[in-house]
């Protein structure tokens, strides 16, 4: 319980501090040291909300939050304090060195004119607390100089074996501006949530791990909470960073995570196909009923999928849609390997934003906020650089051009929280430190730069609508990424540019790059081969830039294996059409038919050809491409011509309509029987001696007629004499 002390009670424990701490050290000038690293402390205290957000001109400041009893014994008469710094830190670094001093470091008096008590704390008990700070009491603190100043909370009480003293026994910090009233102009500031994860498949292209899915999607998981967070925010107000293959996921496990599809594509009735006709109404109702009966089962993935996406649309029409390339590819890794990656994932669509009629700013940029000069070149020119503020060598420009490339630097010290200790980001931290950051800006003489933080991942939507309504102050103007940077950037060049040696160890090794490559040609393969599908191979391509994702470094190993699978699985569809020859084949002159058989195992029709290879002396002539239906088996007619008598060894390759071999093969011998020239000689001698002889003997019978009339005449009157 939370109670109010009363003046004699504050008097009473004001006089018992100042005789444990000796005369010589005044109360309100004790330092805030502890006696353990606050991570330590028996008491934790958060701070939930902070209103205003800045030193208001006029008006008290309202810090709410609990006190947590972390200790194995009670803790009773606990009184919580505000405390504020005396002087303000005046720039950014000094702001990031601030941050990170630890828990325990004094930073602040606290203010002991205002507080609260709580009796009595059992151990893992909590209680909320709320202090008003009057504007009147702040100024007794703090000297009245523009900057940031430390603000927080601290908890003193006593336990059986620590009695009451002067040191804090839990306490949680925070920043807090202070802007004069007459300070001209506002930082422009955008605030970039990003969408990415993650995206595993299974061989047969379904997503891995649902229950995963199931767990970030739900209420509290990480990208539930990144979405419900813009829900809070005004139009405009915010960026969202997406990979566009992230919503295309989740639809197919509002879908129901089908395994990948070789069904037709191209709606075209085939012969003897027919439209199923319509049902009669008897038909109709006994449909219904069996409907009912075998309606399908919706799975609690399929429920939480649906509703994400259907919460998403809104919000992402409200807000700016910026869009990664295809799959949250690896642009570091993939510009030393496989550069015709990083083009492939800046053409993909979402098929799912496109759905919605969404068009995002095409952004390229890691997890790390690092790109290296390769990766930058080889994107593509018209896509803003995101990068943050540590890969540049020196103070970072919020915009920069680089050869004609937009460069944005994002605050890594705003995207950093709060300091510690608690959780640094909670709204309220990450709230106050962005307030802080753009202070710092805004009241730099000379120089404004527009205040870019890319949110942490682990963000909570949880007093989101303070958040946003805390960053609303006259000198800071919350807008988009687009609008925040639309400005004419300083000068840089590549060596201006910082790429860390760990960077380039964990960028993706080319074997993982190798492995994706096949994977996309053997899917443009697979969809050469099936006739009525035309979407497989843009599906396939898909999934492989998903397995080169900035997410798949932290498990390359595993990621490369899942692209090897799926190939495999890809490989074993191309296989399931295969080719059979003849044991051989002999020709009885030079040129010649001869059949290969092909079967098609697949429940999709088919386009096939032919491709034989073999030695020197032989042609073979491979057949028009081949449509062939599902689970059928087709003889294919193939002309051998022959230009020398020998055995040839050929092999019979299956093809898709394009000639890309299918991993189907088959070998045969054709030996040539034609006869040789030796054997027409001897047949032509043979017919010119034939016809030799005949011509001879046409000739003697042609002598012989002119000789037989005289012997016939003397022979038939003889002349007789006389003597």
Same mark, same amino acid.
């Given at each position: 319980?939370?109670?109010?002390?009363?003046?004699?009670?504050?008097?009473? $424990?004001?006089?018992?501090?100042?005789?444990?701490?000796?005369?010589?050290?005044?109360?309100?000038?004790?330092?805030?040291?502890?006696?353990s690293?606050?991570?330590?402390?028996?008491?934790?205290?958060?701070?939930?909300?902070?209103?205003?957000?800045?030193?208001?001109?006029?008006?008290?400041?309202?810090?709410?939050?609990?006190?947590?009893?972390?200790?194995?014994?009670?803790?009773?008469?606990?009184?919580?304090?505000?405390?504020?710094?005396?002087?303000?830190?005046?720039?950014r670094?000094?702001?990031?060195?601030?941050?990170?001093l630890?828990a325990?470091?004094?930073?602040?008096?606290?203010?002991?004119?205002?507080?609260?008590?709580?009796?009595?704390?059992?151990?893992?008990?909590?209680?909320?607390?709320?202090?008003?700070?009057?504007?009147?009491?702040?100024?007794?603190?703090?000297?009245?100089?523009?900057?940031?100043?430390?603000?927080?909370?601290?908890?003193?009480?006593?336990?059986?074996?620590?009695?009451?003293?002067?040191?804090?026994?839990?306490?949680?910090r925070t920043?807090?501006?202070?802007?004069?009233?007459?300070?001209?102009?506002?930082?422009?500031t955008?605030?970039?949530?990003?969408?990415?994860?993650?995206?595993?498949?299974?061989?047969?292209?379904?997503?891995?791990?649902?229950?995963?899915?199931?767990r970030?999607?739900?209420?509290?998981?990480?990208?539930?909470e $990144?979405?419900?967070?813009?829900? $809070?925010?005004?139009?405009?107000?915010?960026?969202?960073?997406?990979?566009?293959?992230?919503?295309?996921?989740?639809?197919?496990?509002?879908?129901?995570?089908?395994?990948?599809?070789?069904?037709?594509?191209?709606?075209?009735?085939?012969?003897?196909?027919?439209?199923?006709?319509?049902?009669?109404?008897?038909e109709?109702?006994?449909?219904?009923e069996?409907d009912?009966?075998?309606?399908?089962?919706?799975?609690?993935?399929?429920?939480?999928?649906?509703?994400?996406?259907?919460?998403?649309?809104?919000?992402?029409?409200?807000?700016?849609?910026?869009?990664?390339?295809y799959?949250?590819l690896?642009?570091?890794?993939?510009?030393?390997?496989?550069?015709?990656?990083?083009?492939?994932?800046?053409?993909?669509?979402?098929?799912?934003?496109?759905?919605?009629?969404?068009?995002?700013?095409?952004?390229?940029?890691?997890?790390?906020?690092?790109?290296?000069?390769?990766?930058?070149?080889?994107?593509?020119?018209?896509?803003?650089?995101?990068?943050?503020?540590?890969?540049?060598?020196?103070? $970072?420009?919020?915009?920069?051009?680089?050869?004609?490339?937009k460069?944005?630097?994002?605050?890594?010290?705003?995207?950093?929280?709060?300091?510690?200790?608690?959780?640094?980001?909670?709204?309220?931290?990450?709230?106050?430190?962005?307030?802080?950051?753009?202070?710092?800006?805004?009241?730099?003489?000379?120089?404004?730069?527009?205040?870019?933080?890319?949110?942490?991942?682990?963000?909570?939507?949880?007093?989101?609508?303070?958040?946003?309504?805390?960053l609303?102050?006259?000198?800071?103007?919350?807008?988009?990424?687009?609008?925040?940077?639309?400005?004419?950037?300083?000068?840089?060049?590549?060596?201006?540019?910082?790429?860390?040696?760990?960077?380039?160890?964990?960028?993706?090794?080319?074997?993982?790059?190798?492995?994706?490559?096949?994977?996309?040609?053997?899917?443009?393969?697979?969809?050469?081969?099936l006739?009525?599908?035309?979407?497989?191979?843009?599906?396939?391509?898909?999934?492989?830039?998903?397995?080169?994702?900035?997410?798949?470094?932290?498990a390359?190993?595993?990621?490369?294996?899942?692209?090897?699978?799926s190939?495999?699985w890809?490989?074993?569809?191309?296989?399931?059409?295969?080719?059979?020859?003849?044991?051989?084949?002999?020709?009885?002159?030079?040129?010649g038919?001869?059949?290969?058989?092909v079967?098609?195992?697949l429940?999709?029709?088919?386009?096939?050809?032919?491709?034989?290879?073999?030695?020197?002396?032989i042609?073979?002539?491979?057949?028009?491409?081949?449509?062939m239906?599902?689970?059928?088996r087709?003889?294919?007619?193939?002309?051998?011509?022959?230009?020398?008598?020998?055995?040839?060894?050929?092999?019979?390759?299956?093809?898709?309509?394009?000639?890309?071999?299918?991993?189907?093969?088959?070998?045969?011998?054709?030996?040539?029987?034609?006869?040789?020239?030796?054997?027409?000689?001897?047949?032509?001698?043979?017919?010119l001696?034939?016809?030799?002889?005949?011509?001879v003997?046409?000739?003697?019978?042609?002598?012989g007629?002119?000789?037989?009339?005289?012997?016939?005449?003397?022979?038939?009157d003889?002349?007789e004499?006389?003597t």
């Amino acid at each position: 319980m939370v109670r109010r002390p009363t003046l004699l009670r504050a008097l009473v $424990a004001v006089v018992g501090l100042l005789l444990v701490a000796g005369a010589s050290v005044s109360w309100t000038a004790a330092p805030a040291t502890a006696k353990s690293p606050a991570p330590g402390t028996p008491l934790l205290i958060t701070i939930d909300s902070l209103t205003p957000g800045e030193i208001p001109e006029q008006g008290p400041i309202q810090v709410r939050g609990s006190v947590t009893n972390r200790d194995d014994e009670a803790w009773t008469d606990v009184d919580l304090y505000p405390f504020i710094s005396s002087s303000p830190i005046r720039s950014r670094a000094a702001l990031a060195e601030a941050a990170a001093l630890p828990a325990d470091e004094y930073v602040g008096d606290r203010i002991l004119e205002v507080e609260a008590t709580v009796d009595v704390l059992q151990p893992g008990s909590s209680s909320t607390f709320a202090i008003t700070v009057p504007r009147s009491l702040i100024d007794d603190y703090i000297g009245g100089a523009p900057g940031v100043y430390w603000f927080g909370v601290h908890a003193i009480g006593a336990s059986a074996s620590l009695p009451r003293d002067t040191f804090a026994d839990g306490r949680a910090r925070t920043f807090v501006p202070l802007v004069p009233p007459q300070t001209k102009g506002a930082v422009r500031t955008a605030l970039v949530v990003p969408l990415r994860r993650f995206l595993g498949r299974e061989p047969d292209g379904s997503l891995s791990d649902p229950e995963a899915w199931q767990r970030t999607l739900s209420a509290d998981g990480r990208l539930r909470e $990144a979405m419900e967070f813009g829900a $809070a925010a005004g139009p405009g107000q915010l960026s969202y960073l997406v990979d566009p293959a992230l919503p295309d996921a989740v639809q197919r496990l509002a879908d129901g995570n089908p395994p990948r599809s070789l069904a037709p594509t191209d709606e075209i009735t085939q012969p003897g196909e027919s439209p199923s006709p319509s049902p009669t109404e008897d038909e109709g109702d006994e449909g219904d009923e069996g409907d009912e009966e075998e309606a399908e089962v919706v799975t609690p993935e399929q429920e939480t999928a649906a509703a994400w996406l259907a919460q998403l649309e809104p919000v992402l029409r409200a807000q700016q849609l910026l869009t990664l390339p295809y799959g949250d590819l690896d642009l570091a890794g993939a510009a030393d390997h496989d550069p015709a990656l990083i083009e492939l994932a800046g053409t993909q669509v979402s098929a799912t934003l496109d759905g919605w009629g969404l068009t995002g700013a095409p952004v390229v940029g890691s997890p790390s906020g690092y790109l290296d000069n390769g990766a930058i070149e080889a994107s593509d020119r018209e896509a803003s650089v995101l990068l943050t503020d540590r890969a540049f060598a020196g103070d $970072a420009p919020g915009v920069a051009d680089l050869d004609g490339r937009k460069l944005v630097f994002a605050s890594s010290g705003a995207a950093a929280g709060g300091p510690a200790p608690g959780d640094r980001s909670t709204g309220t931290a990450l709230r106050q430190r962005i307030l802080s950051e753009a202070a710092l800006r805004v009241l730099e003489p000379g120089r404004r730069d527009p205040l870019v933080v890319v949110m942490p991942t682990a963000l909570t939507s949880v007093g989101a609508e303070d958040f946003f309504a805390g960053l609303g102050v006259d000198w800071l103007d919350l807008t988009t990424l687009t609008d925040a940077t639309s400005r004419t950037g300083r000068t840089v060049v590549p060596d201006d540019l910082v790429y860390p040696a760990h960077q380039d160890m964990f960028e993706l090794d080319p074997e993982t790059f190798q492995a994706a490559q096949g994977l996309i040609t053997d899917g443009e393969t697979l969809q050469n081969l099936l006739t009525r599908n035309d979407e497989v191979a843009a599906e396939i391509a898909e999934e492989a830039l998903t397995g080169t994702s900035y997410n798949a470094r932290k498990a390359q190993i595993s990621s490369r294996a899942a692209l090897n699978r799926s190939r495999g699985w890809v490989q074993d569809r191309l296989r399931s059409v295969d080719i059979g020859a003849p044991p051989g084949v002999t020709l009885s002159s030079a040129t010649g038919d001869f059949v290969a058989t092909v079967t098609n195992r697949l429940d999709q029709p088919v386009t096939i050809s032919i491709l034989a290879r073999s030695d020197s002396g032989i042609t073979i002539t491979p057949p028009e491409p081949v449509e062939m239906a599902p689970k059928s088996r087709t003889s294919v007619l193939l002309q051998a011509r022959t230009t020398e008598a020998a055995v040839h060894n050929v092999t019979l390759l299956l093809t898709d309509a394009e000639g890309t071999p299918l991993g189907s093969s088959d070998r045969l011998p054709i030996r040539s029987a034609q006869v040789s020239n030796v054997i027409w000689v001897i047949l032509g001698a043979g017919v010119l001696l034939l016809f030799g002889a005949i011509l001879v003997r046409l000739v003697r019978r042609v002598r012989g007629r002119h000789v037989e009339p005289a012997e016939t005449v003397e022979a038939a009157d003889p002349v007789e004499t006389t003597t």
